[in-house]
C-alpha cells in the first residue's frame, strides 16, 4: 500500500498508449489498484484516479465521491474499480459541472466542461468480473473524466468557457456549493449489473 504521486502535465506517461489488463491476478495489477484507492483516498478533493496518473500504463481507474464536508449523502458512491473500460452509450442531455484534476496544477485548477448527463460503461472489477454500471450526476462526470485519462486526455481540453477559470480558492468559495453545481452533481441513479 503507498500513496504515490500523482504526475503533472507534460509528463508522457499521461499521453502513453495504456495497456489491456489481461491478467487480474497480476501481482503487479492489484499493486496498482491498491495504490490508487490510497491515493485518491489521501486527498479530499480527489474523487478518483486513472492508473497512468501515478505513472502506470494500464487501462484502470477507480472512483469514489466519498462524504466529505463539501459533498452531501445524495452526491456520495461507494469505491468502484474500472478494468479495461467502455463507455457504450452517451445520453443525448448535457450538464456542465465544474472539474479539476490532480495531474493539473495538483487540482488547483477549475473550469466548467460540459459532458452527456448519464452514461452507461462496461468494464471488469479487480476480480475479473465484467459488469456493466448505468449512472448519472457527479458519478458518470468523475467516470468520463477518468476515461478521458486512459486516452491521454486532459479536461482542460475540454473546458467549455476559458474565462471561467477558477482556482481551488475561488471554486470552493464560489463553485463548489452552488446550486448549478450541487444539482448537476446528484446521482439520480447508479443500476450496476454483472455481465458474467
Ligand atoms: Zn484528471
Redesign the pocket.
Known amino acids: 500500500m503507498a500513496i504515490r504521486e500523482t504526475i503533472q502535465v507534460g509528463d508522457p506517461r499521461l499521453k502513453t498508449r495504456n495497456k489491456t489488463v489481461t491478467d487480474f491476478s497480476d501481482p503487479k495489477i492489484k499493486q496498482v489498484i491498491e495504490d490508487l484507492i490510497d491515493t485518491v483516498r489521501s486527498k479530499e478533493l480527489l474523487i ?3 492508473a497512468p ?1 501515478i505513472g502506470e500504463n494500464y487501462k484502470i481507474f477507480i472512483t469514489e465521491p466519498r462524504e466529505t464536508k463539501f459533498r452531501t449523502g445524495d452526491q456520495v458512491d461507494e469505491l468502484r474499480v474500472y478494468i479495461n473500460p467502455k463507455i457504450v452509450t452517451y445520453s443525448s442531455e448535457e450538464t456542465i459541472i465544474y ?1 479539476g ?4 496544477l495538483n487540482g488547483q485548477l477549475f473550469g466548467p466542461v460540459k459532458r452527456p448527463k448519464e452514461i452507461t460503461v462496461e468494464a471488469s472489477d479487480q476480480s475479473g468480473n465484467q459488469f456493466q454500471l448505468t449512472c448519472d450526476g457527479i458519478l458518470a462526470r468523475v467516470i468520463q ?2 476515461y478521458d ?1 486512459l486516452d491521454g486526455i ?2 482542460i481540453e475540454k473546458v467549455s468557457d476559458y474565462k471561467k477559470l477558477v482556482n481551488v480558492d475561488f471554486y470552493l468559495k464560489d463553485i463548489k456549493m452552488s446550486k448549478e453545481q450541487n444539482e448537476a452533481s446528484v446521482i439520480t441513479k447508479k443500476d450496476a449489473v454483472f455481465l458474467s
Open positions: 478518483g484516479l486513472s496518473q472539474e484534476c490532480g495531474s493539473f473524466h477518468e485519462h486532459e479536461f
